[in-house]
């Protein structure tokens, strides 16, 4: 099942993320400083972000009771991306793997300008204060995907890494239709699929 975006609110005393410690998750790395996306949805400032053997967690530093979750089992890909037309600054692209419909007219309060369905949200920017801490981020995502295997795959099966066209251009070069976008300004992991690692090195090109 997959769970995707949700809210997250357990905090301790301190107001750091509370995690599961007793069913073995561990905290891997905390970045201060961190700006989010979702979708096309204004930008929320001021968080920190959590990365556990098992989650991403986002809390606000301003709202106490404002944060998210999302499993790695939910995330499909990540990729850096420092393309001003996909994104005005550099910031870490996560894409979500949702059971939702394609309808996602229900998703947006339009009154309030609120997300309504969480669920829905296909699509996440972290956006570090410091642009150079990408890097840290993008490996430390590559390792906890690597703690959190799809169900399905075989043993031993590692995920591709996508670095240039490259790597995949040999081998579908006659593929009709298919032109990377700027894969010089995209960086990326995905689960193995290459529809998917194709949609890393296209991060530079997204709405």
Known sequence: MVLGLR???????TGEALLDTEN???????????DIVFNTFPRQSHGTLYISTKQVIWLSDVEKDKGYAVDFLSISLHAISTAPDSYPVPCLYVQIETE????????????SNAIQNLSKI?????????PT??????????????????PNDEEGEEHDWIFNTDQI?????????????????????SNGNHDLARSVLEVGSLP
Not at 122 to 130: A, G, K, N, T, V
Not at 133 to 150: I, K, S, W
Not at 169 to 189: C, F, K, M, T
Request: proline fraction near 4%; hydrophobic fraction near 25%.
């Open 100 to 111: 939702a419909d394609e309808d996602d007219s229900d998703y947006l309060d339009s009154a």
């Open 7 to 13: 809210n997250f609110t357990d905090r301790t005393q």
């Open 122 to 130: 296909r699509e996440m920017r972290l956006i570090p204060s410091d």
């Open 169 to 189: 251009e040999d081998e579908e070069a006659e593929e009709e239709g298919y032109n990377s976008h700027n894969p010089a300004n995209s960086l990326g992991q």
């Open 133 to 150: 801490q990408l890097d840290t981020l993008f490996q430390v995502f590559c390792e906890c995907a690597g703690l959190n295997p799809e």
């Open 24 to 34: 073995g998750e561990e905290l891997m790395h905390v970045q201060s400083g961190i």
